[in-house]
């Protein structure tokens, strides 16, 4: 019995390839499929079909008051769901699309309420990933696509995350190999004539000021309407995760029974076994870093220890996003 229970386990799993007129036919049938991006692996959707979108927020387990981002494959493709363009915004556009950045821009009446939790802007970004970019020019729809993750749970960064954990309930996870930024988007948008980043990821902030002037940075919590989804405790491992001095943190914890990992940007403990310490860059490359952040954290949260120690990065370009990532695994669940 429990071989055959097995076995149909097994034939349920989603088909890994690269084929885009499969992965098209599932999507023009309503179904959901993995995609890859340069940030992380989405969950895509036909975003103008409201039951598509709604299987992906079951699929996710994630509350409907965290809208999603629309994925199209050029800044003339916006037009089709977008009634205007702000002009800084549009520059950013122009500036850095395809690439990690979403702008939220006010929407046209055939976005589905869902994608957008209510409110009035949409968040959409030309993403920039081969064969994603290939398949959104031979779909006639925009695709929307969260992190391909459970709500909460750490980023995807290859297919294989992906399968181990929604792989039962999707048909087909395209693959893209690692995801090449590896942390979101940076999440950009206007209120009156200021422009606000509401979530801090792989465009730099000095980046966009380059182009726009000094942008606020309001990348908060549960409590910021304009990103619902951006709750204190996100991107966690299911393992305790603290973050402090890691040279105290370890020590403290030789003295322990507890069974610990370690995560720094590029310290080696001798006293601790080297399957549980993750350097995210040897040589202190911030990049690099984020490219292995989520990778690591997962493999970490599947050693067999009790907890994981961590360091925050220095605080600069890309260390920002990073330790927004961290702060939000070590918060509280
Ligand atoms: O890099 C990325 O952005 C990845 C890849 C797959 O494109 N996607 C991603 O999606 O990170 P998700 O759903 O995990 O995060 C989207 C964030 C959420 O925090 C959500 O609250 C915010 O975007 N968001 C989406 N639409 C919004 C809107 N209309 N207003 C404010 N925030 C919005
Ligand atoms: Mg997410």
């Known amino acids: 019995m429990q071989k055959l229970g097995l076995r149909i386990f097994a034939n349920k799993m989603a088909i890994i390839g690269q ?12 179904k959901l499929v993995a995609i890859p991006t340069e940030t ?7 975003a103008l079909n409201t039951a598509a979108v709604a299987s992906i927020f079951e699929t996710k387990n994630r509350p409907s008051f965290d809208p999603l981002i629309i994925h199209t494959s050029s800044i003339e493709r916006v037009d089709d ?16 699309w395809p690439g990690p950045l979403t702008l939220l821009l006010p929407r046209k009446s055939n976005v589905p309420d869902l994608v957008t939790s209510g409110l009035e802007k949409v968040a959409v970004r030309v993403p920039d990933h081969p064969l994603t970019n290939s398949l959104l020019e031979i779909l006639d729809f925009p695709l929307a696509a969260p992190s391909a993750n459970p709500f909460g749970y750490i980023s ?4 294989k995350h992906v399968q181990d954990q929604l792989g039962e309930k999707i048909p087909y996870i395209l693959d893209g190999g690692s995801c090449q930024v590896g942390l979101e988007s ?24 380059k182009i726009v002037g ?10 910021n309407p304009q990103a619902p989804g951006l709750l204190e405790s996100h991107y966690a491992p299911r393992k305790p995760f603290l973050l402090g001095n890691l040279d105290e943190l370890v020590s403290n914890h030789l003295r322990g029974k507890k069974r610990f990992g370690v995560m720094s940007l590029s ?18 490359d911030l990049k690099e870093a984020a490219q292995n952040l989520f990778g690591f954290m997962r493999y970490l949260d599947e050693q067999n220890i009790e907890v994981i120690l961590a360091e925050e990065m220095p605080v600069e370009g890309l260390g920002n996003a990073i330790n927004d990532r961290l702060k939000r695994a070590a918060a509280e669940k």
């Open 267 to 284: 310290k080696t403990f001798k006293d601790v076994k080297v399957e549980y310490q993750k350097q995210l860059s040897p040589s202190g």
């Open 40 to 46: 992380v692996y989405g969950l895509a959707g036909n």
């Open 156 to 159: 995807p960064t290859t297919a």
């Open 19 to 30: 084929d885009i007129s499969q992965a098209k036919n599932f999507l023009k049938a309503g």
């Open 186 to 209: 940076t999440i950009v948008g206007m209120e009156n004539d200021q422009l606000f980043i509401y979530r801090l990821g792989g465009l730099e902030v000095a980046d966009i000021e």
């Open 81 to 96: 769901f977008v009634g205007e363009f702000p002009e800084p915004l549009y520059k950013l556009a122009k500036k850095f």
């Open 214 to 223: 000094l942008v606020q940075i309001k990348n908060h919590s549960s409590s």
